[in-house]
């Protein structure tokens, strides 16, 4: 019996790998790098592998970014960061038509490998493009199209392959590279910043940063295979398939140190009317700490609440309180309870830790926040010594 069975694995292995062609000696294994485009979610490019051999017939194009836009619940599975991103498989010229036609430069590098090392990539991307098997739960920095080109080629060589980190010229976090990517979105930057925590504050090594298609492209320009003892660069050759002069243009006229500050110069002002006049703005009171509040409380849920790997130890609590959307009503009172005073004394007690926070880098918050916490500062100030003082 035993006998039979491990027959039955054999046939069966024999199988498996039958069920894909055997690339030829002038086959290709090519890393595809795409330049960002117009809108938010192509600001940051794209990546993908391309498989060519002329003596099959093949040049395809596969694609680890593609999702199912129309599937059911899909945007509230990406908020909640259990979406799945799929291989999507194409023919190259039909792919890169799509990114000619978005004027996006395509960069391509072909990757200096055995035979061997070429079909184990090819059958593994054609294991992954199975119905099956396509799937995979996306994850912004750690599981995506451009980390898909590092960590496929990396299981096929091993150790072999070295990603040299001595061309950067300057040290850099998660959250760096993000506001460098989304700097024509300032808004939308500014609502990444406050969404992520502290873990994306940390040193990112070479390999970190390739989360980006930027850095896997300048990655592997500067990347080595070992051979027998010595070294050789990991690209045979690289070409650019696509040149344009595309510019990103920003998309907001007013970024949010702009309007904060204006803001933050309107607060204070009417902070400093009700002091001398000795009276209180309720609805300034409340619209700060109502709108603390709801920031605070999507704070919290995408800590606790959700599968994100990157949402967790925020400290924008610190300004972001959520209970402030509790007392916002209590301060809605001509004379709200003796406990606000106190409350408001607590606030700015949060507000210089988050100063030390930002200062010792812990945690680095979006620079639109700065004219917000001189406001908020100011607001709870003149609630601790007299808005709330019992008359």
Known sequence: MKQIVCLLLLLLGFQAQAQYPTLSEDAEVSLITIGPGKYLYDCFGHSAFRIKDPALGLDRAYNYGSYDSFEEGFYVKFAMGNADYKLATTDFDRFLYVYEYQNRWVKEQVLDITAEEKQAIFNFLET???????????????????????????????????????????????????????????????????????????????????????????????????????????????????????????????????VFTVLSILVIALTLRDYLKKQRSRAVDFSIFFVTGLVGTLVVFLWFGTHHTTTVNNMNILWAFMPNIVVAF??????????????????????????????????????????????????????????????
């Not at 010792?360 to 926040?369: H, P």
């Not at 607001?379 to 008359?391: D, H, I, P, T």
Request: glycine share 4%; aromatic share 16%.
């Open 128 to 258: 992954n493009r199975q119905p099956e098997n396509m799937y995979y739960r996306y994850d912004q920095f750690y599981d995506n199209c451009a980390t898909k080109l590092r960590d496929v080629v990396k299981d096929v060589l091993g150790d072999k392959l070295v990603f040299h980190d001595d061309f950067l010229t300057e040290e850099a976090t998660l959250r760096d590279l993000v506001d460098e990517n989304a700097f024509n979105h300032p808004w939308w930057d500014l609502g990444i910043d406050i969404g992520l925590g502290n873990l994306v504050d940390k040193k990112a090594s070479i390999e970190d940063r390739m989360y980006l298609p930027d850095y896997v492209h300048s990655a592997y320009e500067h990347a080595t295979i070992t051979r027998n003892g010595s070294e050789r660069l990991a690209i045979k050759y690289a070409r650019d398939l696509n040149t344009t002069d595309f510019y990103e243009q920003r998309k907001d006229t007013l970024d949010p140190w702009i």
């Open 330 to 391: 209590f301060l809605l009172k001509r004379t709200p309870p003796v406990w606000a005073r106190v409350y408001s004394r607590f606030l700015v007690i949060l507000l210089v830790a988050m100063a030390i926070v930002w200062i010792t880098r812990f945690q680095v918050f979006n620079i639109g926040m700065l004219p917000l916490m001189v406001m908020f500062a100011f607001r709870y100030v003149f609630l601790w010594q007299q808005g709330l003082a019992r008359k």
